[in-house]
């Protein structure tokens, strides 16, 4: 049992490429998050997805695309990479919720991305 | 929007000696309150969590206090051990449900032998 796994660990753009992050998680979990991790700021939310085939925006969307073809993937794309987008990320998966019982969420192991 | 404040953003401590780190959230329909730990370029874990019917949890070292008139949560470790160093993340429910979450800054807790 695996859990959380993303691809690559680490990564290096120049400014203007494009690259897409892979979260796998192997828990059958229904919800699963892209969060961005930057000094002093916590984890903010990217995207989410609640499901299969469905994406919402979260905190600070602007600048990322996301796809959840599978239940068991969810993929965070960049289109146009810029500096400000140098920072850690975050896949997370969890149970859904129902009414007002909220779930845990476990975290993959993080992709460093430095934007050049 | 919503807002987790967290406070201290750095606290260090000699080994044994007890540690807090106080959350403040904004949105009053927040109603779940997870911690988690970061240990150096480890992923972030939940070690405890707390619901809005509950004022107070403890698991072993760690306790979670919940205040929902004054919107504030607290974590508490005791007898602290240089394994406990690791930045400490607390984080509020954000209504609409999902299970999102709003992340307060983290504290950084160094535990001195």
């Known amino acids: 049992n695996a859990g959380v796994t993303q691809t690559p660990k680490f990564r290096v753009l120049k400014t203007g490429q494009s690259m897409t992050l892979l979260c796998a998680q192997d828990?059958?979990?229904?919800?699963m998050y892209w969060y961005r991790q930057d000094p002093g700021m916590g984890l903010r939310l990217i995207h989410y997805?609640?499901?299969?085939?469905?994406?919402a925006k979260g905190e600070v969307p602007d600048g990322y695309n996301v796809s959840r073809l599978k239940k068991q993937n969810f993929l965070l794309g960049l289109e146009s990479a810029a500096p400000s987008q140098t920072s850690v990320y975050f896949c997370?998966?969890?149970?859904?919720?129902?009414?007002?019982?909220?779930?845990?969420?476990?975290f993959g192991p993080g992709t460093r991305l430095t934007v050049l | 929007g919503e807002n987790v404040e967290q406070h201290p953003s750095t606290l260090s401590v000699q080994e044994g000696d007890s540690a807090v780190i106080k959350c403040t959230y904004s949105d009053s329909a927040s109603n779940y309150f997870p911690w988690y730990k970061q240990e150096l370029g480890k992923r972030p874990q939940l070690i405890i969590d707390i619901r809005s019917n509950v004022g107070e949890k403890k698991d072993q070292r760690i306790a979670v206090t919940l205040n929902k008139t004054a919107k504030h949560f607290s974590l508490h470790i005791t007898e602290t051990q240089p394994e406990d160093s690791a930045v400490y993340f607390c984080a509020a429910s954000i209504s609409g449900g999902y299970n999102k979450l709003i992340f307060g800054a983290g504290t950084r807790l160094a535990v001195h032998p």
């Open positions: 828990m059958n979990h229904e919800y």
């Open positions: 997370a998966s969890s149970l859904p919720s129902f009414g007002r019982r909220y779930n845990e969420q476990f």
């Open positions: 997805s609640v499901g299969e085939g469905t994406t």
